[in-house]
């Protein structure tokens, strides 16, 4: 717990304008105030096996098979690549070219699931009681298996990111929470919201990467934000 010894944090009265660019209307009120709800199943689920910068990945199952929640669905190819989970349990009911959800409308292979309601678990998933007890590369190799990315435009497996405390000399991890795209609010609904989980989530990669120094970025926009996620880093300063 060394490396996590303290958490940073832009004190209030240290903001840096930048001057010149584009400065539109955020149009951030028509959705900030709206808590995070949650969707209803579709009748069908597309899971394009190309969505990350890299490598797609590998299907491993057959149309017909039945799958879990949280079962893998496709593996990995490649350094540059993630693998693919069942979002929900289901059947296969394709694996074909289909239209991207994406502007291009390009096709490309294709998972398609019939939900079954049940959201029945995959029983081989194996949870860590402490991820501060395990060996840093342990922790990018558990992201690795899980497939996460991040949710810019290139949705960069985050293993790899992770990894590169092994390669160069890293003092502090910045928590991107901007969220400067007009419209969006879903970054400061999860800080509201989920506030310990981000702090847990940022203390594990700092663990991964051997930084002593978390530096967590919001705009000046979301007060309520920036606010939970001071309250949720207290017990972690210095």
């Known amino acids: 717990m060394n490396a996590l010894r303290q958490l940073l944090r832009r004190p209030a009265n240290r903001i840096h304008p930048v001057r010149g660019g584009v400065h539109p209307d955020d149009r951030k009120a028509l959705a900030a105030s709206a808590p995070i709800t949650e969707l209803a199943l ?119 990111k992770l990894n590169l405390g092994a390669s160069h000399p890293l003092h502090t991890l910045v928590i991107n929470g901007a969220e400067c795209e007009p419209y969006l609010t879903c970054d400061d609904r999860l800080m509201r919201e989920h506030a310990e989980a981000v702090i847990d989530g940022a203390r594990i990669m700092a663990h991964a990467l051997g930084v002593g120094g978390i530096l967590v970025a919001i705009e000046d926009n979301k007060p309520e934000a920036a606010a939970a996620i001071e309250t949720a880093a207290a017990g972690f300063e210095d």
């Open 42 to 160: 579709p009748a069908r689920l597309d899971l394009p096996l190309q969505q990350h910068i890299g490598a797609s990945a590998a299907p491993l199952v057959r149309k017909g098979q039945r799958v879990a929640k949280g079962e893998p669905i496709a593996r990995a190819q490649g350094p540059i690549s993630a693998p693919l989970h069942a979002p929900t349990s289901g059947r296969v009911i394709a694996i074909a070219e289909r239209p991207a959800h994406h502007p291009s409308g390009l096709a490309m292979p294709t998972i398609s699931i019939e939900p079954d309601g049940e959201e029945r678990w995959y029983a081989a998933l194996t949870p860590c009681d402490d991820p501060f007890a395990l060996d840093p590369g342990a922790i990018a190799e558990r992201v690795a298996a899980a497939g996460i990315v991040g949710l810019g435009g290139a949705t960069f497996p985050a293993a790899v």
